[in-house]
């Protein structure tokens, strides 16, 4: 089979040379399914490939270097552990939006500032969120339901009657008294 040295040389570099191709195309091959893993962008796959297909194992190395750290199997399953977290934590509690104290869920106002944060339901007296057309607890028409009508209509208790008192007399007048010349000023009768 070999008759010579020269022959046996020659069938060493073609193993060589085979092997080398076949390595060649394993690192193709292996890079363009690497970054197949790691990113859906077409651009970073097509660089990646031809660094090594331009560069061979320079070209390898070069992309171990710079390719992504994270496959997009470890990115899913890392964004569904954090979904799963915030699902477990404990809900804050609502704020107000004028003064931003803390206030329960069932307050129509804010105690602090008086900010209106919720509606009564007008048939079952449940808070209503102020966009709701509707009461989810019986069907009634929601705070949001009269917003094309006139404020009239869309307020379910009639008006309170305004109260009006007399302002107090301005500082320094006569106050009258039914007694004569017992007359003085307001000034005077109030007590320092």
């Known amino acids: ?6 022959s046996i040389i020659t069938f060493v570099v073609a193993i060589l040379i085979a092997y080398a191709v076949v390595l060649w195309l394993g690192s193709i091959v292996w890079t363009f399914r690497d970054i197949s893993n790691r ?18 194992l320079p070209g390898l190395f ?10 997009l199997s470890d990115i899913y399953e890392r964004r569904l552990e954090a979904e799963a977290l915030m ?33 009564a339901c007008a048939n079952c007296s449940r808070p209503l969120e102020l966009g709701w057309a509707a009461c989810p607890y019986c069907t009634a028409p929601g705070p949001s339901a009269g917003a094309g009508k006139s404020a009239t ?4 208790q009639p008006p309170r009657p305004a109260t009006r008192q007399a302002p107090p007399p301005p500082r320094g007048t006569l106050i009258e008294s039914k007694a004569p010349g017992t007359a ?8 320092r």
């Open 1 to 6: 089979m070999f008759d010579d040295s020269e």
């Open 39 to 56: 990113t859906h962008d077409g651009w970073a796959q097509s660089v990646s490939v031809l660094i090594v297909v331009v560069f061979s």
């Open 62 to 71: 070069l992309y171990l270097v710079l390719r992504p750290q994270e496959t």
């Open 87 to 119: 699902r477990d934590m404990p809900q804050a509690q609502p704020t107000c939006p004028s003064c931003k104290q803390s206030v329960n869920s069932d307050y129509l106002v804010c105690p602090n500032c008086r900010t209106r944060l919720r509606e």
């Open 153 to 156: 209509t869309a307020t379910s």
């Open 184 to 191: 003085r000023r307001e000034s005077e009768s109030q007590p």
